[in-house]
Nanobody
Framework: QVQLVESGGGLVQAGGSLRLSCAVS????????IGWFRQAPGKEHDFVAS????????RYADSVKGRFTISRDNAKNTVYLQMNSLKPEDTAVYYC?????????????WGQGTQVTVSS
């Protein structure tokens, strides 16, 4: 069993920054690719970013490219999502998930989410 806990969400003004963290426990962290997803009220669960097991490969949604950066620290069993130049449309609950392939869409374990609210 794998547990994921997100933190770092909050309220920020447009143009501001936040850094989300995803702490993973329960099994060997380094065997999992990690993805970040978000869900705004009334909308679908959208992919945001993902990172491979070693951190050497990353993938981003077009809507966040150049503004968000995903990284991981395997020594701390943690993945980060640095979010800069935030926009009101980034408002959502952000979830991290663990899976086998950073380029795929199948994730086996999910966290409970952290709310990000960007005011205009």
């Amino acid at each position: 069993q794998v547990q994921l806990v997100e933190s770092g969400g909050g309220l920020v003004q447009a143009g501001g920054s936040l850094r989300l963290s995803c702490a993973v426990s329960g099994r060997t962290f380094s065997i999992y690719a990690i993805g970040w997803f978000r869900q705004a009220p009334g909308k679908e669960h959208d992919f945001v970013a993902s990172i491979s097991q070693t951190g050497s490969r990353t993938r981003y949604a077009d809507s966040v490219k150049g503004r968000f950066t995903i990284s991981r620290d395997n020594a701390k069993n943690t993945v980060y999502l640095q979010m800069n130049s935030l926009k009101p449309e980034d408002t959502a609950v952000y979830y991290c998930a663990a899976g086998g392939d950073y380029s795929g869409s199948a994730y086996d374990y999910w966290g409970q989410g952290t709310q990000v609210t960007v005011s205009s």
